[in-house]
């Protein structure tokens, strides 16, 4: 069976014909509404013998009427299950490739060993198994999982490989935040995708990509356009990941009541957080509560960001992504005063061990034919022109593919291009570190994601970062010509054989060079 619940398939938001045949989804197509319900990732505990089974699988989904696209999911068509675990749980994850190219599976945003992170090294040929036996030892947090093969992590994510990987424990269950799964506790998974006019997902790794990223002109939410969840009345948790390969989200709510933020990638914050915008980057997570006790819909939108060709239409103006109808049953869930206890920052922490330059060379030729095109005077202007548009979109699907040796080359970091086996970073095991992490004068945005811990962000641009940024992360965000500066500890080891990464988490900039490696020992 697909991964959706017992509740979609009663509501019948997830398509009969997708539910006999094991690889098709339709959304919205049963239901007489136009608009399709909001699909809820199963969850997937281990089994009695603590094993969790994932398969990468091909699938299809009709994302338009009458379309049918070529998809990739985990147990699935497309997305996967919700792996569920606790802290103190051993698990193994059996993850079996039956797609026709190789796979790796990583566990973004766990704190293991190199050998079971599963990165480059770690490929799964195609009939093959990897298992992973994973010593949980973190915090309660949203975490996901999804390939890292170089080069091709971007195609392999865009066609829909990925899936929530969420950790609880006894200091986040003893709270009262809303935790009924799909009902008061929403995951919400972003991704923007084009699709060609046979209705297969676009995706073309040409000088605009290894630029700017992927630029996509649909949002899915968990893998449906623009749906709609029906909810408990009552505080609401959402579990929001930006799943994208590259787009920024600037999130709000549409009659523009507030969000409050409880966690960020690793865990729970120590107090809430109230925001009227919430900016999510590319990899990044989030876990926000929304006060929906009187009842009234409102929606998830997405308001327009300053990052390279991504404000083309429709992101140039406010966007709804989901719509969420608090009109259900009453909520036993609140808002806490406090949440959990963090470590208080390192007090005598040692000078900067480790620089991370993110490094760009061939964004000058890329700007160059965006400039060409009207995009950054259309930017200035404030104002979209359809010619240039038209312009800005055909250099994105237009522009052939750069030959491989150019794309591997075009980006770097601390001025070399990521090469397998080339492992020039060492960190020291168990000892708090500084590092900082800056970019050469793009000006891109480089939301780096380091592998096998997760770190406290000391300064971002110089200042102490914003109260929702303050707890644990494995995602830094570097852009005009921004730096972040981390306090980090790495608690497990990677050998030169199976090393950690350090990498932009835009996905083409990461599969053309914009990666590293390093041991811990």
């Given at each position: 069976?697909?991964?959706?619940?017992?509740?979609?398939?009663?509501?019948?938001?997830?398509?009969?014909?997708?539910?006999?045949?094991?690889?098709?989804?339709?959304?919205?197509?049963?239901?007489?509404?136009?608009?399709?319900?909001?699909?809820?990732?199963v969850e997937l505990r281990a089994d009695s013998k603590g094993v969790i089974r994932l398969r990468a699988q091909r699938g299809e989904v009709v994302f338009r009427p009458g379309v049918k696209t070529p998809t990739f999911g985990v147990n699935g068509p497309y997305l996967g299950p919700a792996v569920r675990v606790r802290r103190g749980d051993t698990v193994v994850m059996d993850v079996t490739n039956a797609l026709d190219q190789d796979i790796t599976m990583h566990w973004h945003g766990l704190e293991i060993p190199g050998d079971v992170d599963?990165?480059?090294?770690?490929?799964?040929?195609?009939?093959?198994?990897?298992?992973?036996?994973?010593?949980?030892?973190?915090?309660?947090?949203?975490?996901?999982?999804?390939?890292?093969?170089?080069?091709?992590?971007?195609?392999?994510?865009?066609?829909?490989?990925?899936?929530?990987?969420?950790?609880?424990?006894?200091?986040?269950?003893?709270?009262?935040?809303?935790?009924?799964?799909?009902?008061?506790?929403?995951?919400?998974?972003?991704?923007?995708?084009?699709?060609?006019?046979?209705?297969?997902?676009?995706?073309?790794?040409?000088?605009?990509?290894?630029?700017?990223?992927?630029?996509?002109?649909?949002?899915?939410?968990?893998?449906?356009?623009?749906?709609?969840?029906?909810?408990?009345?009552?505080?609401?948790?959402?579990?929001?990941?930006?799943?994208?390969?590259?787009?920024?989200?600037?999130?709000?709510?549409?009659?523009?009541?507030?969000?409050?933020?409880?966690?960020?990638?690793?865990?729970?914050?120590?107090?809430?957080?109230?925001?009227?915008?919430?900016?999510?980057?590319?990899?990044?997570?989030?876990?926000?509560?929304?006060?929906?006790?009187?009842?009234?819909?409102?929606?998830?939108?997405?308001?327009?960001?300053?990052?390279?060709?991504?404000?083309?239409?429709?992101?140039?103006?406010?966007?709804?992504?989901?719509?969420?109808?608090?009109?259900?049953?009453?909520?036993?869930?609140?808002?806490?005063?406090?949440?959990?206890?963090?470590?208080?920052?390192?007090?005598?922490?040692?000078?900067?061990?480790?620089?991370?330059?993110?490094?760009?060379?061939?964004?000058?030729?890329?700007?160059?034919?965006?400039?060409?095109?009207?995009?950054?005077?259309?930017?200035?202007?404030?104002?979209?022109?359809?010619?240039?548009?038209?312009?800005?979109?055909?250099?994105?699907?237009?522009?052939?593919?750069?030959?491989?040796?150019?794309?591997?080359?075009?980006?770097?970091?601390?001025?070399?291009?990521?090469?397998?086996?080339?492992?020039?970073?060492?960190?020291?095991?168990?000892?708090?570190?500084?590092?900082?992490?800056?970019?050469?004068?793009?000006?891109?945005?480089?939301?780096?994601?380091?592998?096998?811990?997760?770190?406290?962000?000391?300064?971002?641009?110089?200042?102490?970062?914003?109260?929702?940024?303050?707890?644990?992360?494995?995602?830094?965000?570097?852009?005009?010509?921004?730096?972040?500066?981390?306090?980090?500890?790495?608690?497990?080891?990677?050998?030169?054989?199976?090393?950690?990464?350090?990498?932009?988490?835009?996905?083409?900039?990461?599969?053309?060079?914009?990666?590293?490696?390093?041991?811990?020992?």
């Open positions: 069976m697909a991964n959706w619940t017992r509740r979609q398939v009663l509501s019948g938001s997830a398509s009969l014909a997708g539910l006999a045949m094991g690889n098709v989804l339709s959304f919205g197509t049963v239901r007489a509404a136009d608009r399709p319900d909001l699909p809820i990732p599963g990165g480059p090294y770690s490929l799964i040929r195609p009939g093959s198994s990897w298992k992973a036996q994973l010593a949980i030892d973190q915090p309660a947090a949203t975490c996901w999982f999804h390939p890292h093969v170089y080069p091709t992590t971007a195609e392999l994510v865009v066609k829909g490989l990925a899936g929530l990987f969420l950790i609880d424990d006894e200091e986040a269950d003893a709270l009262p935040l809303p935790k009924r799964w799909g009902v008061d506790d929403i995951p919400v998974v972003l991704q923007d995708r084009r699709f060609n006019t046979d209705g297969t997902i676009f995706h073309r790794f040409n000088l605009p990509a290894v630029t700017t990223g992927y630029v996509g002109d649909t949002v899915l939410v968990n893998g449906a356009r623009y749906p709609q969840a029906r909810t408990a009345r009552g505080w609401l948790r959402l579990r929001l990941l930006n799943g994208s390969n590259a787009r920024t989200f600037r999130l709000a709510l549409s009659d523009n009541r507030p969000m409050f933020v409880v966690g960020s990638d690793g865990g729970l914050l120590a107090n809430p957080v109230e925001l009227e915008e919430l900016v999510l980057y590319a990899g990044e997570r989030y876990e926000v509560l929304v006060d929906g006790r009187d009842g009234t819909a409102f929606d998830l939108v997405t308001r327009p960001v300053d990052q390279m060709a991504m404000k083309l239409p429709p992101f140039d103006r406010d966007l709804p992504l989901l719509t969420l109808r608090p009109d259900g049953a009453e909520g036993s869930g609140t808002l806490p005063d406090t949440l959990v206890t963090l470590p208080p920052l390192v007090a005598d922490l040692p000078p900067v061990s480790q620089q991370l330059v993110m490094g760009m060379r061939l964004d000058d030729k890329g700007m160059a034919q965006f400039r060409s095109a009207g995009l950054m005077d259309m930017d200035k202007s404030g104002h979209m022109d359809p010619a240039v548009v038209e312009k800005v979109v055909k250099l994105i699907v237009g522009e052939p593919a750069l030959p491989i040796a150019e794309r591997l080359g075009a980006n770097d970091v601390n001025g070399a291009p990521f090469e397998l086996g080339v492992v020039p970073i060492h960190a020291d095991i168990n000892r708090d570190l500084r590092w900082l992490i800056s970019e050469g004068d793009d000006r891109m945005y480089h939301p780096v994601h380091i592998h096998g811990c997760q770190f406290r962000i000391l300064k971002l641009d110089g200042k102490a970062p914003p109260e929702h940024m303050a707890g644990w992360k494995d995602m830094a965000p570097v852009l005009d010509g921004g730096s972040c500066e981390i306090q980090v500890r790495f608690r497990h080891p990677a050998t030169k054989e199976f090393p950690f990464m350090a990498h932009c988490h835009n996905l083409e900039h990461e599969d053309s060079g914009m990666m590293t490696d390093f041991t811990v020992s």
